[in-house]
């Protein structure tokens, strides 16, 4: 069965370290989404991609980015980790931009910055 | 900002009730969605409704929506302990993202 697959699932790194979280979906799917997940916040949009080459910013952008090479992969990387990134990230996949398209997310990233 | 808010933030009752949660949104839609959060997985789409529609049926979920209020509502009867779960709405804002509320937890006492 197709699937969205991130890793690791469980990560701690030490302030001011780069970090990349990879996000692998086998749905050939144009669109892909990272978000984060705060409690009392909700789920905030990173970055997001229409399909190869092609990078957005989201909501919450500032110390991230996402690079897309290819249909299958989005990897988040964190450019110098802060505290602040502490947190559980959510990769998502989509058909295409039709918005009546389902979602499908992947089963998450919790990140500690310590 | 969030484009959708829900209410309650959390609620418990007793197996077999009914579980009503509401959503509401900020500016017009073409559809909203609701997801299912169980605890430390990842969001699973329930039911989607269109902005012409004003009620949709899935098993034991029922959603209602009114744009004249910018608003819906979730209904999940004969509750399960399997239910208990976060549930978000979700909408589209501006170009094509969808764009989450903060949540409703919904606890079912065995």
């Known amino acids: 069965d197709a699937e969205i697959t991130q890793s690791p699932r469980h990560k701690i790194t030490e302030t001011g370290r780069q970090v990349t979280l990879a996000c692998h979906q086998t749905?050939?799917?144009?669109?892909m989404f990272w978000y984060r997940q705060d409690l009392g916040h909700g789920l905030r949009l990173i970055h997001y991609?229409?399909?190869?080459?092609?990078?957005n910013k989201g909501e919450v952008s500032d110390g991230y980015s996402v690079s897309r090479s290819n249909t299958e992969d989005l990897p988040l990387t964190l450019e110098s980790a802060a505290s602040s990134q502490t947190s559980v990230y959510f990769c998502?996949?989509?058909?295409?931009?039709?918005?009546?398209?389902?979602?499908?997310f992947g089963e998450g990233s919790w990140l500690t910055v310590v | 900002s969030q484009q959708g808010e829900e209410d309650p933030q959390a609620l418990s009752i007793q197996e077999g009730e009914n579980a009503t949660m509401n959503c509401s949104y900020k500016?017009?839609?073409?559809?909203l969605q609701w997801y299912r959060q169980n605890s430390g997985r990842g969001l699973v789409h329930l039911i989607l409704?269109?902005?012409?529609?004003r009620e949709k049926h899935s098993g034991r979920l029922r959603v209602t929506l009114d744009t004249s209020k910018k608003s819906s509502s979730l209904l999940i009867t004969a509750s399960r302990a399997a239910d208990t779960a976060s549930y978000f709405c979700?909408?589209?804002?501006?170009?094509?993202?969808?764009?989450f509320g903060t949540g409703t937890r919904l606890t079912i006492i065995p």
């Open positions: 409704i269109r902005s012409n529609e």
């Open positions: 749905w050939n799917h144009n669109n």
């Open positions: 998502a996949s989509r058909a295409d931009q039709r918005s009546g398209n389902t979602i499908y």
């Open positions: 979700a909408t589209y804002f501006g170009n094509e993202k969808l764009t």
């Open positions: 991609s229409y399909g190869v080459h092609d990078t």
């Open positions: 500016t017009s839609i073409n559809n």
